[in-house]
């Protein structure tokens, strides 16, 4: 199993610019999660989904559009890129049970100019 | 809000025992994580408490106490590969929140030779 992947790695935009952050697992988890991670901060939520094509916010939502048409894929859209979503994003799955632990992917590291 | 606190920085000497704490207030509570990040890495699990009291997995110990909102994690015959960043992180609980993690923002430990 290749676990959770993320693409790209690292990416810089500029000011308006959109792009789509990949996220996939081959683990047949039903549960999927965005975060981001900036310095002092912690990991914060961004949006989660419980299952295919249910998708809710988390904590810090605006700027970023999510979809999940299927289990294995959940991408994350920003849809005019700002200096304030620079940082680093992690993609995560968990099995269904509350007591699972979620797995996480490598990140993506976002500057935007 | 969820409120979860612990410390910015731990250094102890390698083949040491240190101890990392972590309180939390949250609107519920159905959970307790602990996750290790190496520097620019993605966070991995070292444990779960859910019931009060000590679980202890090799080197590593986790302990909670529901009614005093507290959890720490104990690193003990600590290696130069300890050095890390140290999450603690708390599950609300309650229908669709059940996998929705709170993260506090990380305590960094520097193992010294």
């Known amino acids: 199993n290749a676990g959770v992947t993320q693409t790209p790695k690292f990416q810089v935009l500029k000011t308006g610019q959109s792009m789509t952050l990949q996220c996939a697992q081959d683990m047949n988890h039903e549960y999927m999660s965005w975060y981001r991670q900036d310095p002092g901060m912690g990991l914060r939520l961004i949006h989660y989904s419980v299952g295919a094509g249910i998708t809710d916010q988390g904590e810090v939502p605006n700027g970023y559009n999510v979809s999940r048409s299927t289990t294995e894929d959940f991408p994350l859209r920003l849809l005019s890129a700002a200096p304030s979503q620079t940082s680093v994003y992690f993609c995560?799955?968990?099995?269904?049970?509350?007591?699972?632990?979620?797995?996480f992917g490598p990140g993506t590291r976002l500057t935007v100019l | 809000g969820q409120n979860i606190d612990q410390p910015t920085e731990m250094t102890a000497t390698e083949g040491a025992i240190v101890q990392i704490n972590c309180t939390y207030q949250t609107s519920g509570f159905n959970g307790l994580f602990w996750y290790q990040q190496h520097a620019g890495e993605a966070p991995t699990f070292l444990s779960y408490?859910?019931?009060?009291g000590l679980e202890e997995k090799g080197r590593f110990s986790s302990f909670l106490s529901r009614s005093k909102g507290y959890s720490y994690l104990l690193l003990k015959e600590l290696q130069m590969k300890d050095s890390a960043s140290y999450l603690c992180?708390?599950?609300?609980?309650?229908?669709?929140?059940?996998?929705?993690?709170?993260f506090g923002a990380g305590t960094t430990v520097t193992v010294r030779a």
């Open positions: 408490n859910v019931l009060d």
């Open positions: 995560a799955s968990s099995p269904k049970g509350v007591y699972n632990e979620q797995f």
């Open positions: 992180a708390v599950r609300s609980g309650g229908g669709s929140n059940d996998y929705k993690l709170s």
